[in-house]
């Protein structure tokens, strides 16, 4: 079975700063997709980022990259010049070709300003 | 608008008084999903439904149905709620082919407190 693992439970950072949120993944296959939620106070759940497994290049999203290391099997996500719009729950994710999906149980990130 | 839409967002009610949480799409995906969120276990999955009267278990099913009648509204009922289902709900959808996959979009969120 594939397994999510996000092993800070709580970061913060200065607004203005730079801070990486690190998550692993368990799987023997070789395609899969992975994933980065954001969760607000407000509950929402927004997707952030997006990475085929395929790809090389690691995404990203104006102020929001990956560092994609298949071989270690790590997915870890920079914020970069932080706002406190950015404070929120933050869910690593991985999705296997036979579309089963798994979450990881989240980093809870606080910008101080 | 792009949206799932799900009701009610706050939810109240008493041991064993049957509720039904309303789930609807209208991006046309194939693939929709119930999940429960607690402290410390992240998200797990309730029911899902891969298309129209297609639905299986997820990790965490009991007490809890679901139907797929229509594509686009996939309904969670509790016949018998009890305090341990107390929880935050999402309904999200995404589409069934991975290589068309963007991941889910998600519902606003049901708060559901069982006493």
């Known amino acids: 079975a594939q397994t999510v693992t996000q092993s800070q439970p709580e970061m913060s950072v200065q607004e203005a700063e730079t801070v990486t949120l690190s998550c692993t993944y368990d799987t023997s296959e070789n395609n899969y997709y992975l994933f980065w939620y954001k969760q607000p106070p407000s509950r929402q759940m927004i997707l952030v980022i997006r990475?085929?497994?395929?790809?090389?290049q690691n995404a990203t999203e104006n102020r929001f990259s990956v560092n994609f290391q298949k071989a270690a099997k790590s997915f870890s996500l920079k914020i970069s010049d932080s706002q406190l719009g950015d404070t929120a729950m933050y869910f690593c994710?991985?999705?296997?070709?036979?579309?089963?999906?798994?979450f990881g149980t989240g980093t809870s990130l606080t910008v101080i300003p | 608008e792009a949206q799932v839409t799900q009701n009610p967002r706050y939810l109240i009610t008493v041991t064993g008084k049957k509720l039904t949480v309303t789930c609807s799409q209208n991006m046309n995906h194939e693939y929709m999903s119930w999940y429960r969120q607690d402290p410390g276990l992240g998200l797990r999955q309730i029911y899902y439904?891969?298309?129209?009267?297609?639905?299986d278990k997820g990790d965490v099913p009991e007490g809890y149905k679901v139907s797929r009648k229509e594509k686009r509204n996939f309904p969670l009922i509790l016949e018998s709620p009890s305090p341990n289902q107390t929880s935050l709900y999402f309904c999200a959808s995404r589409y069934y082919r991975a290589d068309q996959n963007y991941g889910y979009t998600f519902g606003s969120g049901t708060r559901l407190t069982v006493v």
């Open positions: 994710a991985f999705m296997n070709i036979g579309n089963q999906f798994y």
């Open positions: 439904s891969m298309n129209v009267e297609v639905t």
């Open positions: 990475q085929e497994a395929y790809k090389q």
